[in-house]
């Protein structure tokens, strides 16, 4: 199916979910497109995997739908579903059949999966040397792999990947962040990758979406422009966090110093209150914020990695 760019891929209208009285999901609204890779990210119980149980049919929403491919979960179940692909932390294969018989196995459960395609899918996900060998003897990142050409083999429109390079190495993480981006590049698939690994979701995604409180609390590019921000340090520094408050800033501690937000043409004139205030001024730099730093900031402090009750 083909997408304009300009056409969501998958619609999240005002999904709510209520568990025990309690809602987990609260009108949550969200456009995927063809072609991006999405991060989801949140604290613990803001309603990650919630949601992505409602994305992958695994759990009805209270209220509130998902269209996947112009077809809605909650009216053409089947007809939603079969746009989707799935891989969850650790892929669960049949261990005493090779990788190949398990690719065969799923294969039988969609429409039109010839072998032809199940073989280019290894060759993409790089197994052809370990594909009839049983899965027992695969490493986790091989598992994966599997995982990946399972959820790949009936060309899915959306992708959904629940903690994808949980027990990779650095080597391994690489070569599926490369893959991922060149999959949703080259055939317009939307990824939408849920983690808690910050720096991998920086370099992997084309914009985040957060939640917390089962609420949308932020969507953002990830190649918008972030406030300038500088380093300073100076000594003592209990002055230079007097003086860097007296002048408004709202100073975040670093190390031996403190990060503020100002562009550059007002560091000189700063620097030299500094130093005409008798303080002994250690560096100034450039500082760019990490997705760590805002992810931070958005949501209190909130930490990353899933609750198992959620």
């Not at 429409?111 to 199940?118: L, P």
């Not at 917390?212 to 209990?238: F, V």
């Not at 002994?280 to 914020?289: E, K, M, N, S, T």
């Amino acid at each position: 199916m083909v997408h304009t760019a300009a056409e969501p891929i998958v619609r999240l209208k005002n999904l709510t979910k209520t568990i025990r009285g309690k809602k987990i999901i609260n009108n949550v609204s969200l456009d995927l497109y063809p072609g991006q890779v999405t991060g989801f990210l949140g604290p613990n119980g803001a309603g990650k995997t919630t949601t992505i149980r409602m994305m992958a049919g695994l759990m009805k929403p209270t209220s509130g739908d998902v269209i996947i491919a112009g077809k809605s979960i909650t009216q053409d179940f089947e007809g939603a579903m079969s746009h989707v692909g799935v891989i969850v932390e650790n892929p669960e294969m049949y261990k005493y059949m090779t990788g190949y018989k398990n690719l065969l196995h799923f294969a039988r459960m969609h429409k039109g999966v010839t072998k032809e395609r199940i073989d280019e899918i290894v060759r993409q996900v790089g197994l052809e040397k370990r594909i009839h060998e049983k899965v027992g003897t695969y490493s986790l990142g091989m598992r994966q792999r599997l995982g990946l050409a399972q959820a790949l083999l009936h060309g899915p429109d959306f992708l959904i990947l629940d903690e994808p390079t949980n027990g990779l190495d650095p080597a391994g993480i690489r070569e599926f962040r490369t893959y991922l981006r060149s999959l949703a590049a080259k055939a317009g698939v939307s990824v939408f990758v849920s983690s808690h690994m910050l720096s991998e979701i920086e370099l992997m995604c084309d914009r985040i979406a957060v939640i917390q409180g089962g609420k949308l609390l932020d969507i953002r590019e990830m190649k918008e422009e972030t406030k300038p921000h500088h380093y300073i340090e100076a000594r003592p520094a209990d002055r230079l966090a007097a003086l860097l408050d007296s002048k408004g800033y709202k100073a975040e501690p670093l190390g031996n110093g403190f990060i503020i937000e100002e562009r550059a043409d007002n560091i000189p004139a700063l620097a030299k209150s500094i130093i005409e205030g008798g303080l002994a001024l250690y560096a100034v730099r450039p500082h760019r914020r990490t997705l760590e730093d805002e992810f931070i900031e958005m949501t209190g402090g909130g930490q990353i990695a899933e609750t198992a009750a959620e």
